[in-house]
């Protein structure tokens, strides 16, 4: 963390300036205002103005699922909480494949692309285990998105369930009416 060095490559690129927005929904990003300012604080550190835009989950819902437009009322930057779905390949391919929806940050790698689609039709673990590592390798050095944090899950606890915590903090939860 060095925000001189970041002010200095900024002006030794040319890019003084510049100004930004940062749109998120509210109660959908924990702590999500908190963490808009204190984005804000930072990049003006470094010489870069940003407004920060919150929106009910309805409004940034629409700006996020607008694919017609592709995303274009988003703004430069925007903050968005996704839970991880039954399995690594299905959310990794959801949101970074170049041609499918929810790859709301456009991003584009052909290679990626072919090791994801890989990695969904291997006919062995260790094909798709060897594709995602590939992926993965790719994917850190391009850097589509800036990885926050990850907020905690909270649990109850009681004698009376038996139950163990799914890894990807799933749960289902079923209402079973005793027969009668």
């Known amino acids: ?57 309805s409004v940034f819902a629409g700006k996020l699922f607008d694919f017609t437009n592709k995303q274009a009322d988003l703004g430069s930057l925007f903050l968005m909480y996704y839970k991880a ?11 970074l494949v170049s041609d499918r929806n929810w790859n709301w940050t456009h991003y584009d790698n052909p290679k990626v692309d072919e090791l994801i689609r890989k990695a969904e039709t291997a006919p062995s673990d260790e094909v798709r285990g060897e594709a995602m590592r590939e992926m993965a390798e790719i994917v850190h050095e391009d850097a589509p998105w800036l990885f926050l944090y990850e907020p905690f899950s909270l649990w109850g606890v009681s004698n009376r369930i038996a139950w163990s915590a799914r890894g990807d903090d799933f749960i289902f939860v079923q209402d079973m009416q005793p027969a009668e």
């Not at 109660?27 to 963490?35: E, I, M, W």
């Not at 779905?85 to 391919?93: H, M, Q, W």
Request: hydrophobic fraction near 45%; charged fraction near 20%; aromatic fraction near 4%.
């Open 1 to 57: 963390y060095d925000p001189e060095k970041a002010k200095a490559l900024l002006e030794e690129a040319g890019a003084t300036g510049m100004s930004l927005e940062i749109n998120f929904p509210t109660g959908v990003v924990p702590q999500g205002s908190l963490l808009a300012q204190a984005i804000a604080a930072d990049l003006k550190r470094v010489g870069i103005e940003a407004t920060i835009q919150q929106d009910e989950w």
């Open 85 to 95: 779905g039954p399995t690594l390949e299905r959310v990794v391919a959801t949101v």
